[in-house]
């Protein structure tokens, strides 16, 4: 099975690529659905390629938007320029564009949408015969759905689903509601999240409000929450799929690489064979970064996938630094959240000190100075430590 993380720039890719994802997907500046994403210029996008073939993994690149006419100015250019730097494959949802990627780059390797909500075996198979490499299908499919659409499919066309991470209220994504409330076209991907605002319901006549709630803060009808899947990869697998996608391009480098360590490890359990039992320090890492309620979606016919106790992700513990040298008796380590001596760190690791704990004592910034509070965004401290670490490992501490 293929594991497939998200890159919204290049620190997160780095971020996937060190906690061990077989593949990538990124934007460039236009044509993907991730707007708020730092994304990637077109030199940007060439030495990310670079960078990931060099570490033997692939990169899929997002041409997803739904296009009107005007959207297809540059996009001859941008695709012969995509399949000149060795993109392994294009990832969209418009037959228009899927269309103009035949015509101008036919070598180049197409991968269907999610938005293109292929949610039947018909869909599937016409996708197959226009020559698609991989589908990957609509959220709202339960795994019999799967199987039965992986049954019709030559085995050249492999399947993606969605494991982890934030779900939408509409149909594949398919959203307008923050282009109406804020002008933020969400299918060009710009979208304000509208559906995790906090809503009340008004009597039309008298215009009063009536707060549907179950806190003091409002109700949140429209808001989903966050998938969850990594305790059901051998029925994911059964089912036919090939790539277990996690979502989050507009997430941090810290949700990329604890999420990704999480299926990373648990893919690996179950490749080796026999009994499927996730030890606690890998399901446990999915709690320890930004997200809501979990739910398995539709995966099992299952209807509970809204969330109305709050729209704001939440987690027990703070990110607080990355690994960017290893040196005798400890690590230089980029600070990314305050922490002190005294303090007890858990490391997040691609290597068997994963999800061990220490307690912080001497610390030094570069010019040698002893620091005993970590409270410079960025500053980069020596921080003595008896665990292996390697650069990308990070640490996080407990929240208060």
């Given amino acids: 099975m293929e594991l497939l993380s998200p890159a919204g720039n290049l620190e997160k890719l780095k971020a996937a690529l060190h906690f061990g994802a077989?593949?990538?997907?990124?934007?460039?500046?236009?044509?993907g659905l991730r707007a708020a994403s730092d994304n990637f210029d077109s030199d940007e996008l060439k030495s990310a390629v670079e960078l990931v073939?060099?570490?033997?993994?692939?990169?899929?690149?997002?041409?997803?938007?739904?296009?009107?006419?005007?959207?297809?100015?540059?996009?001859?250019?941008?695709?012969?320029?995509?399949?000149?730097?060795?993109?392994?494959?294009?990832?969209v949802s418009d037959l228009g564009i899927l269309s103009v990627v035949r015509r101008v780059a036919p070598s180049l390797a197409v991968h269907i949408s999610t938005q293109a909500s292929v949610t039947n075996r018909y869909a599937a198979e016409f996708y197959a015969d226009l020559g698609v490499q991989r589908i990957v299908l609509a959220r709202e499919l339960s795994l019999d759905e799967i199987s039965r659409i992986r049954d019709a499919l030559p085995p050249s066309v492999e399947l993606e689903a969605f494991v982890h991470g934030a779900m939408c209220i509409s149909y594949s994504g398919r959203c307008l509601l923050s282009d109406f409330?804020?002008?933020?076209?969400?299918?060009?991907?710009?979208?304000?999240?509208?559906c995790r605002w906090e809503y009340a319901v008004a009597e039309k006549t008298r215009g009063e409000y009536m707060p549907v709630e179950e806190d003091g803060r409002g109700t949140y009808i429209f808001n989903s929450k966050d998938l969850n899947m990594i305790e059901y990869i051998p029925m994911l697998a059964k089912a036919g799929v090939y790539s277990l996608k996690i979502e989050g391009r507009v997430k941090s480098a810290y949700y990329v690489g604890s999420v990704t360590n999480a299926y990373r490890r648990a893919i690996d359990i179950y490749e080796q064979g026999g009994e499927y039992s996730l030890p606690k320090n890998v399901t446990d890492c999915l709690y320890k970064t930004s997200h809501r309620k979990f739910t398995t979606g539709f995966y099992f016919d299952e209807r509970g996938g809204q969330c109305y106790e709050t729209a704001k992700p939440q987690s027990d513990y703070?990110?607080?630094?990355?690994?960017?040298?290893?040196?005798?008796?400890?690590?230089?380590?980029?600070?990314?959240?305050?922490?002190?001596?005294?303090?007890?760190?858990?490391?997040?690791?691609?290597?068997?000190?994963?999800?061990?704990?220490?307690?912080?004592?001497?610390?030094?910034?570069?010019?040698?100075?002893?620091?005993t509070d970590a409270k410079?965004?960025?500053?980069?401290?020596?921080?003595?430590?008896?665990?292996?670490?390697?650069?990308?490992?990070?640490?996080?501490?407990?929240?208060?």
């Fill in 22 to 31: 077989d593949a990538v997907y990124l934007s460039g500046k236009r044509f």
């Fill in 53 to 91: 073939h060099k570490s033997g993994r692939k990169v899929y690149v997002t041409l997803n938007i739904i296009a009107h006419d005007a959207d297809f100015d540059g996009i001859e250019d941008y695709i012969r320029y995509l399949s000149g730097i060795g993109a392994d494959a294009v990832i």
């Fill in 181 to 194: 409330t804020t002008g933020r076209h969400a299918n060009h991907g710009e979208c304000a999240q509208s």
């Fill in 318 to 371: 703070d990110f607080c630094g990355v690994v960017t040298q290893v040196q005798d008796g400890g690590v230089m380590l980029e600070m990314r959240g305050r922490f002190k001596k005294g303090d007890r760190l858990e490391v997040l690791s691609a290597k068997e000190d994963d999800g061990k704990e220490f307690e912080v004592g001497e610390m030094f910034d570069t010019d040698g100075g002893s620091v």
């Fill in 376 to 400: 410079i965004v960025q500053q980069r401290l020596f921080l003595k430590t008896p665990l292996k670490l390697a650069v990308g490992d990070m640490f996080r501490k407990r929240s208060k």
